[in-house]
């Protein structure tokens, strides 16, 4: 059984580290999220992107398979 001396004295310090870097890391998704939407996104629902991805984008039926075998 773990005592409360054994509680008290253990040493934090790589839990705060991985605390502080998925912090970090969730920053870091915000920003590619906020590039996506504005480098992104923004071209493939503004009607210049043609060819047989562009449907991708928008969800339109002839853009999604038929079965989900195809997935």
Do not use: N
């Amino acid at each position: 059984m773990v005592t409360y001396y054994e509680i008290m004295g253990t040493d934090l310090s790589k839990l705060t580290t991985a605390a502080d870097d998925w912090a970090a890391m969730a920053e870091d998704f915000d920003k590619l999220a906020r590039t996506y939407a504005q480098q992104v996104r923004g071209i493939s629902l503004g009607g210049t992107w043609v060819g047989l991805s562009a449907g991708g984008t928008t969800g339109t039926p002839a853009s999604r398979p038929t079965s989900p075998e195809a997935w």
